[in-house]
C-alpha cells in the first residue's frame, strides 16, 4: 500500500508514461509469439526506456509540492492527448519499416482518443502493431473512465453538468466540498483503484466469450478491447459470426450508461438499469431505427430474391447491431449490414449512422458525441414546451431533478450542441481548405469530433480513405478527435478565468 500511495502522489503525466510503458510489453509477447523478434525487441527495449525515463521524472518531481486544482488537471488531461502519442508513436517508428514518425503520431491520437482510425493502408500493418493501436485504445478508454469521474464529474463537466447542483449563471456548485474534502490525487488513486478491476473483469469477460463463439484468441482480445473502448478497431475487419456478433452487442450496454459499472451488481442492478434515463433513450433508439429501416422495405414495395423471412431476418439483425455499434461510436458493422442497407432500399444508409454517432453514448462512458443525457434533457424541455403550449397555466412534475433537466440541463445541453455544431462548421473549413469536398469534409469532421474513426468507411456513397489526405488535413483531424474527447464545453472552461480558481 505504501507504494500505491507513493505513486499516486506523482504527477498525472508520469503515471501515464510509466503505463504506457508497461503496455509496450503486450504487443512485444504478440510480436514473440509470431517470432517476429525484431518487432519484439523493439517494443521491449521501449517499454524499458520509458520505464526508466517514468522513474527519473518520478524522483524529480516527488520532492516538488504542487498545488493540485481543478484547471491543472484538466491541462495535465489536454496536455497527455497532445504529447503522450509523441511517447506512443516511438516503437512503432522504430519497428515499422518505412514509417513516418508523423504518421505514427497521428495513429497514436487517433488509438489514445478511441476515435480508431487507421492512417496505415490496408494490410500495412502486422499483428503486433494492430495489437498496439488496440492496446493504446483499450487504455484511452480507461483514461476516459477515470478523467470523466475523478476530474470531470466534481468540476460538473463531460455531461455531469446536466443533472448537477450548479446555476448556470453563477457557476456555484455543491461539489465545491467534494472538492475540498479530497485532493485531486486522492480522488484519482480512489476511482482508479475501484474502476480497474472492473474495466479489466469485463475485457477479460468478453475475450473468453469471443472464444468460446469461436474467435481465435488473438482477434477476440482486440475486438474485446476495443468494444470497451469503443474504438471498434479490429483485426481483419470482422468480428465473427452471429454468436461473437451477440456477445459485443451485450457489451454495447457499458457504453450507454456510467451507472452500468460503477454500481454494485446486486439485486436492485435491474431496477436501476430499467429507470436509468440514458439506457431507456438507447433502447428506444437501438428499437425504433432498426424497425424503420426493416419495415420500410415494404413502404418502397421491393421485390426480388430479398423477400423471404431469412434474409429478411439477418437483415433486421445486421441493422440492429449496427444501429448500437454506431450509437456507442464504436464503429463495429455487422457482417449483414450489407443486407441491412439492401432491405430498407435506402440510397445512402451511412447518414442515418452518422446522426446516431452524433447522438453518441452515455455521460462518462468511453463513447462519444452529444451523449444520451443531453439528447433526454433537450427532449424533455422541448416536451414541456409543447405541453405549456397547450396548457399555459400548467404545473409540471417529474420531481426536482426532473425540473433541474428540463431547465438548466436543458440550457446548458443546448450551449453544449451549438459549440460542436460550431466545432464542426470550423473543421469542415478548415478541411475543405486543403482540398476535400463537401461531403468527405462533413463525414471526417463527424469521425473525429464524435471519435468514430470507421464512420469515414460507412457513412458516404463511397468510402473515405485517411492515407490519402495530406499532412495538413491530418493535423486537422488529430485536432478535432482531442477536441470531441475533450469534449468543447471542457476547452471553454479551461480559457474561463472564472474556472482558474476553482
Not at 238 to 245: D, K, L, P
Not at 343 to 353: A, D, F, K, R, T
Not at 441 to 446: D, F, K
Amino acid at each position: 500500500m505504501s507504494v500505491l500511495h507513493s505513486i499516486a502522489k506523482l504527477p498525472l503525466f508520469v503515471i501515464l508514461i510509466g503505463v504506457s510503458s508497461g503496455a509496450m510489453l503486450l504487443p512485444s509477447l504478440v510480436a514473440l509469439g509470431q517470432d517476429d523478434m525484431p518487432t519484439s525487441r523493439v517494443f521491449f527495449y521501449c517499454a524499458i526506456l520509458f520505464f526508466i525515463l517514468a522513474l527519473l521524472l518520478g524522483f524529480v518531481t516527488t520532492s516538488t509540492t504542487r498545488a493540485e486544482t481543478g484547471w491543472t488537471q484538466l491541462i495535465t488531461l489536454l496536455l497527455a492527448y497532445l504529447l503522450l502519442p509523441l511517447i506512443l508513436a516511438v516503437p512503432m517508428d522504430a519497428a515499422l519499416e518505412g514509417a513516418r514518425f508523423f504518421t505514427c503520431y497521428i495513429e497514436m491520437v487517433s488509438s489514445l482518443t478511441t476515435t480508431g482510425a487507421s492512417f496505415f493502408g490496408e494490410g500495412s500493418l502486422s499483428d503486433p502493431f494492430i495489437m498496439w493501436r488496440a492496446t493504446v485504445a483499450w487504455f484511452g478508454g480507461f483514461l476516459i473512465w477515470l478523467s470523466a469521474i475523478a476530474i470531470l464529474a466534481p468540476l460538473n463537466l463531460g455531461g455531469y453538468e446536466v443533472t448537477s447542483e450548479a446555476q448556470v449563471q453563477g457557476l456555484q456548485t455543491r461539489s465545491a466540498g467534494q472538492m475540498r474534502a479530497a485532493t485531486p490525487e486522492q480522488r484519482l488513486a480512489k476511482h482508479a483503484m475501484r474502476l480497474a478491476p472492473t474495466y479489466v473483469t469485463l475485457t477479460v469477460a468478453l475475450w473468453i466469450l469471443l472464444m468460446v463463439a469461436g474467435s481465435d484468441s488473438l482477434s477476440a482480445l482486440i475486438h474485446a478491447m476495443s468494444t470497451l473502448s469503443t474504438s471498434g478497431i479490429s483485426l481483419d475487419g470482422q468480428i465473427g459470426g452471429f454468436g461473437a456478433e451477440m456477445m459485443v452487442f451485450l457489451f454495447f450496454l457499458f457504453a450507454l450508461s456510467r451507472r452500468t459499472f460503477t454500481h454494485a451488481l446486486n439485486r436492485d442492478y435491474l431496477r436501476r438499469m430499467i429507470k436509468d434515463r440514458e439506457i431507456r433513450l438507447a433502447v428506444l433508439v437501438v428499437v425504433m431505427v432498426p424497425l424503420i429501416l426493416f419495415f420500410r422495405h415494404w413502404f418502397g414495395a421491393f421485390e426480388g430474391e430479398t423477400n423471404n423471412f431469412a434474409y429478411g431476418a439477418a437483415a433486421l439483425w445486421g441493422a440492429l447491431f449496427t444501429v448500437a455499434s454506431f450509437l456507442t461510436t464504436t464503429g463495429f458493422v455487422s457482417q449483414e449490414w450489407a443486407a441491412a442497407s439492401l432491405w430498407s432500399g435506402i440510397e445512402v444508409p451511412g447518414m442515418v449512422l452518422i446522426g446516431l454517432a452524433l447522438m453518441g453514448g452515455g455521460v462518462a462512458t468511453t463513447a462519444g458525441g452529444v451523449k444520451l443525457l443531453r439528447v433526454y434533457a433537450l427532449y424533455k424541455h422541448g416536451l414541456r414546451e409543447v405541453e405549456k403550449l397547450i396548457h399555459p397555466h400548467s404545473v409540471a412534475g417529474a420531481g426536482r431533478l426532473g425540473r433541474r433537466i428540463r431547465r438548466e440541463g436543458a440550457y446548458i445541453a443546448w450551449v453544449f450542441f451549438m459549440l460542436l455544431v460550431l466545432s464542426m462548421a470550423v473543421f469542415m473549413s478548415l478541411l475543405a481548405a486543403t482540398g476535400l469536398d463537401f461531403e468527405s469534409a462533413m463525414i471526417l469532421t463527424v469521425a473525429a469530433l464524435t471519435t468514430t474513426g470507421p464512420l469515414a468507411q460507412v457513412g458516404g456513397e463511397a468510402a473515405i480513405g485517411y492515407t490519402g489526405l495530406s499532412d495538413v488535413a491530418k493535423i486537422f483531424l488529430a485536432f478535432a478527435m482531442i477536441v470531441g474527447r475533450m469534449e468543447t464545453l471542457v476547452l471553454v472552461a479551461l480559457i474561463s478565468p472564472r474556472f482558474w480558481r476553482r
